[in-house]
């Protein structure tokens, strides 16, 4: 699975993705870079 991020998002919002998924189970790899960030 990979969630794309739009450009301009905050901290707090990737972090809340982050926590979505370890409530689900699952754990992600953030990789960000110069216009996109990517949870995969």
């Known amino acids: ?3 794309v991020m739009q450009q301009g998002h905050t901290e707090g919002e990737l972090a ?3 926590e979505q ?3 689900m189970g ?3 790899h953030v990789s960000q870079g110069v216009e996109r960030t990517v949870v995969g």
């Open 21 to 23: 998924l370890t409530q």
């Open 16 to 18: 809340d993705i982050l």
């Open 1 to 3: 699975m990979f969630i």
């Open 26 to 28: 699952f754990s992600g």
